[in-house]
């Protein structure tokens, strides 16, 4: 994944927000563990070992903040606890999520075949699209044959 940390610079600028050290520490554990899809204390684990001044109550706030300015989403994966990755471009689709019901191992896949439906679901003009968020669950290969 590219990833571009001035442009995630701008939007906080933009909105009146520093990258302060803090951030771009929390930033950096998100964008070095991509497609671990953290949690809040894991985040703040992996922040510690350089920062260990930080608090969780920081890694919580900023991450809010994130959140709220597209720089990150937040996922549930119905394991008790919420999980952050990097929002990707909006013109490149994310990816969806399966998740599997033994160990827990999250496969994220590009395919996507849900343009269809939304435009389908459009079409009756109810409704405007803007996003859609799938979650498979199942069992991964090393679970499927237990
Ligand atoms: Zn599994
Ligand atoms: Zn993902
Ligand atoms: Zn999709």
């Known amino acids: 994944m590219d990833i571009n940390v ?19 520490a929390i930033l950096d554990a998100i964008i070095e563990n991509s497609g671990s899809h953290l949690s809040p204390e894991e985040i703040y684990e992996v922040v510690k070992l350089k920062y260990p001044e930080i608090g969780l109550a920081t ?36 990816h969806h999520h399966l998740i599997c019901l033994n160990c827990g191992k999250v496969i994220e896949v590009k395919l996507d075949l849900l343009e269809n439906l939304e435009y389908e679901i459009e079409r009756e003009g109810k409704f405007k699209i803007v996003d859609h968020n799938v979650k498979f669950f199942g069992y991964c290969i090393e679970c499927r044959d237990k």
């Open 6 to 24: 001035d442009s995630i610079k701008e939007r906080l600028k933009e909105e009146g927000y520093k990258l302060t050290t803090q951030r771009r």
């Open 59 to 94: 890694v919580y706030r900023t991450l809010q903040l994130f959140e709220q300015l597209d720089i990150v989403c937040k996922l549930n994966f119905d394991d008790g606890c919420n999980r952050y990755e990097l929002n990707s471009d909006s013109n490149d689709h994310h």
